[in-house]
């Protein structure tokens, strides 16, 4: 089983509906991230957790909002989602001082 | 500012040719340096980061604090190499790594 599990791997929505990202890690880790990439861009940072009661936005956070419901869990939501939200979204979990493990990524389409 | 720089967009070379990615960053303290790799569609993994000092996959970067830079090099490229290259960097006790653009790697037979 994977450390870190994203859900849906692939997703197409319209203009302006909610969309949820789903995130789930086993690695007992506090930290968690959500990051964007796109092409020529690499990855953006778009919202950060710490721990349960931690949350902060990135370099890109406006039109994102997230939900830590536990340890183990953090959500990813666009609100009203646009085309220029298309990208891959990528979660990722860390231990103090360590690198990332990340997730296998959704990719998110909006028509 | 803190930032991380990869010049190459792309590079291509010939199988059993030496490989060089570039990575220069952008850190008044002592930095923490990571080098990921994103094989066709998969995930990002750690590849190698500069505190441990191992070679993993036949790769291997050293630390120039001089030159700020973090390179990644292997002597001789496989076809199996062929993948998208992230140098990162973890800033003090952020715990946020800051990436750069990423290089693709193409190893061509």
Redesign the interface.
Known sequence: DAD?TQTPRNRITKTGKRIMLECSQTKGHD?M?W?RQDP????Q?IY?S?DVKDINK?EISDGYSVSRQAQAKFSLSLESAIPNQTALY?C?T?D??E???????TRLTVV | AQRVTQPEKLLSVFKGAPVELKCNYSYSGSPELFWYVQYSRQRLQLLLRHISRESIKGFTADLNKGETSFHLKKPFAQEEDSAMYYCALLPGNTGKLIFGQGTTLQVKP
Do not use: C
């Open positions: 870190v930290r991230y990051y020529g861009l690499g990855l940072l950060y710490f990135g990528f990722a860390s103090t001082g690198g990332y493990t990340f997730g296998s990524g």
